[in-house]
């Protein structure tokens, strides 16, 4: 189990998570940061998604892997 933590960031704006969540594996990690990309677009916001991207770090601020919000949005039709 490792403590990981979900920063996001555009190229205007960066959101760093403070709390993180415990997960077991890499393939939790990245289900976790999909559904922090799925919480984000929900919001009532006029905010364009598209150049997001999720930084996954470990507890020394490594960052383990990232996720573009574009790869879980899938291209606009």
């Known amino acids: 189990m490792a403590q990981v933590y979900f920063h996001c960031s555009s190229s205007r704006e960066v959101r760093v998570d403070q709390f993180g969540a415990i997960v077991s594996n ?18 009532k916001s006029a905010e364009d998604w598209r150049d997001w991207v999720v930084h996954v770090s470990d507890d020394f601020d490594d960052e383990i892997f990232e996720i573009s919000f574009s790869s879980v949005l899938g291209k606009p039709n």
Do not use: K, P, W
């Open 26 to 43: 890499l393939a939790e990690a990245r289900d976790r940061a999909a559904c922090v990309v799925r919480s984000l677009i929900m919001e």
